[in-house]
């Protein structure tokens, strides 16, 4: 089912055929002088796929405050229908990853059916644990998993093991935890006995697990705690994830690090340790910003990709990344965003499938330093606009995606369609 008309994507594309073949034939030769195969580099981007995060597609907000847009999407039915319009012009968005109970239906099996039929399946689904709902029994003021109170962990528990059951319906094979539990004062918690309850809950998440399921850890060093969090870096998480077993991996935020962190670095250790569950693919110049991806460091993002490249390349053991955007768009429209997100995310992966890994090998083996930093920086500065351009178009996508969206008049649809939010308090969604 095609929400923009086919006809418009068609005649925009062949708008620009005549300069796409020319420029690829020409990223072609460029490629080629680098004993780069371009066909070879092409097939393999267009199966590389990264996951829409179905809070993303509404606008965020801060504490502060959060200024609804045009055309809001007020359910999941509506979060589908954008995300089935990302990618259709984008085409590498081909599954969402949903949060409970934000994505709450009634009827899972109709929810997967109107995905399908948009072309779109579900990636892993999210818990929350880390804000109280309407009726809710207990509050998870002071922690979920790890709360002092057997009663709040136990309700914590029944919510996880409830998603695991509507992700089942819905076709997924992850969970993905993220708990805010931490503390706001030096000596308000007990760190070990926190870190402990936290694993006896997990435990009974872990034990409820489909078959071929797996468990994604997700860290973060602060926020909504500000003084510690039970799961507060890699080391937390690998620690709970190898205590949990081998269904238990842990999930990279980019934002859940401290500043300059070297995210590329711990990236590395968790593959080697067969733990990288995967990523939230969003940028941060400050703390858990929620930036586009790669809007303020590019360069990061793609040092990310030259490892993760480097171990699909050396074909690592266990190696099964799930990609999976994670933004916040304030100021921005969701949908142009998360399109041009996408978009950075697969061009920072085709760049690092330039990379002459045998080159960098020699190189690093030499210790030759100025060379090896230099063959990253050859593919860094590469661009791969006319191959990404082909592939969508080859997919059936826009080459250029916003122009599309922005000429459909969608955005101005939805919101006739759809009744105006007010600017409310603040909150993430
Ligand atoms: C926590 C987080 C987590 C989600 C939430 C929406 O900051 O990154 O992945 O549950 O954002
Ligand atoms: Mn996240």
Redo the contacts with the bound molecule.
Sequence with gaps: MSIIESAAIEAHNEGLARYIRNDYEHLGEQLARRNIDIERVRERVARFGVAIPS?GVGTGGTRFARFPGPGEPRDVWDKLQDCAVIHQLGRTTPTVSL?LPWDTCNDWRELRQKAADCGLAFDAV?S?SFSDQPGQRHSYKFGSLSHTDAAVREQAVEHNLAVIEAGRELGSTAL?V?VGDGSNFPGQQHFRRAFDRYLDSTRRIYAALPEGWRMFL?H?ICEPAFYATVIQDWGSSFLAASVLGEKAQCLV?LG?HAPNVNIELIVARLIAAGKLAGF?FNDSKYG?DDLDAGSVSPYRLFLVFNELVAAEHERVAGFDPAYML?QSHNVTDPIESLISSAAQVQRSFAQALLVDREALDAAQQANDALAATQLLKDAFQTDVTPLLQRVRVDAGGAADPIAVYRASGYRQRAAQERPARSAGGGG?V
Excluded: A, L, S, V
Aim: aromatic share 14%; proline share 0%; hydrophobic share 20%.
């Design positions: 809070w949060h999210n929350n993905t993220w997700e973060k935020d859940h939230h858990d994670d993430i």
